[in-house]
């Protein structure tokens, strides 16, 4: 079975042979230096000069745990602004309404861009202490524009944290020129690891600056200074950790994160053609919104979700639907993950006998 949805994603026979490795404690030395070992290589996966600055901080929990843990640098009488168009930058202001922080949204329809305009007008007024925005917003597919809203906020000296859970190790991320103090990742998306195992990159001012956590677990400051110390505050999971070990070496072996853009192009590349010969309409715009790893498809008049899932299920493929608004309307489809050459040539047959 192939997954084809955006995370988890199908693994290496050697990524998924780490999840059946021996048990450990993890107070034990050689946990400590795996976690060790794993910091140390996430650190080295983009090579922008700015990169340099900032410490990954591994978190037991989903890509979303790292985000909520991000939000950990906000102080508590702090105003911040999420810039959002989809589920995921709409999921950032839930959190800070969870956690009693104060905060503006700039909404933008879900099949269009970030309001930049309205944006800039909120982060130059003086009162916002820190901008929000989702990189790669997997409810459509966009990319959105982190170049012109991180130069709004260098310009303006307001630091950005970003939502890069679906672009980290896959698309180009530009540190200093975003004004990034921190982003959020996760091991089972562009990575190509086990789910269970997130991380925070962060900058050192922002861990010198008190907690603003509202959460005993999901305390970023709290992981950084116990994994500083070659300890973590809690148990994270031990067999996923050493997926995420081996998932890394071989992310690195491969060529790093822009042979994986490469690859994640050519496949998306593929699979778009694939669909417009058969008529298939895309959600949003023109591919050169779209990022690397996911197209969303508007689903065929007379066709539903539930009878074009079954039969690519049948031939071995799992996709993904349309979430809110969009549910029962469009589906998506992922390249992340161990998909061969083979695997796509099955997928465009496919593809055809369901749609054609």
Known sequence: MILLNPGPVSMTAKVRAALAGDDVCHREPEFKAL?????EKIARIYDDPGYAAFTPVLIGGSGTSAVETMLSVIAPDENSLVVANGVYGERMAAMLRAQGKRHEVVNAPWTSGMDLVAAEKAITSGSIGHVLAVHHETTTGRLNDLAALGAICKKAGVPLLVDAVSSFAGEDIRWDDWNVEAAAGTANKCVHGAPGVSFVL????ALARPSGATSVYLDLHRHAADQ?????????PTHVTFALDAALDELASSGGWKARHATYVARSTRVRSALRELGVAQL???DSVYGATLTSFRLPEGKTYETLHAQLKNDGFVIYAGQGKFDGAIFRIAVMGEITERDLDRLVASLRSALG
């Not at 962060?202 to 001012?205: N, T």
């Not at 500083?228 to 994270?236: D, E, I, N, Q, V």
């Open 284 to 286: 949003l715009e023109n």
């Open 228 to 236: 500083a110390k070659g300890s973590t505050p809690f148990t994270l």
């Open 35 to 39: 976690v060790g070992r794993v910091r």
């Open 202 to 205: 962060v900058r050192s001012a």
